[in-house]
């Protein structure tokens, strides 16, 4: 049986009170399966989810909700030794993560 994490929603609402994401490009570090990720697609311009773990990258792009795919994309890296373009990010989401 699947864990439901975060059923009241509080870690999303708590996020969307800390960060304005309106027309925000956003790198989501270590987005796992991109359970998060999504949850704040939807005020943002575009969001690009990073994770070293090539499976949790599957399971992200599987799940990703049809509505999401024109801004959301999700790419197998470390962000630690991945070159990123300067100055193309807004926001930076680091939840859950550990660099």
Do not use: N, Y
Not at 13 to 31: E, P, Q, S, T
Not at 44 to 63: K, Y
Request: proline share 6%.
């Amino acid at each position: 049986m699947a864990v439901s994490v975060d059923p009241e929603h509080a870690e999303t609402r708590v996020i969307h009170r800390l960060v304005d994401f309106a027309g925000a490009d956003v790198l989501d570090i270590g987005c796992g399966d991109g359970r998060m990720t999504w949850r704040f697609a939807a005020p943002a311009r575009s969001v690009l989810g990073l994770d070293p773990v090539a499976l949790a990258i599957e399971t992200a792009h599987a799940d990703l909700p049809p509505r999401w795919r024109h801004k959301i994309r999700f790419q197998v890296a470390d962000v630690t030794t991945t070159t990123l373009p300067v100055a193309a990010f807004d926001v930076v989401v680091l939840s859950w993560s550990l660099c």
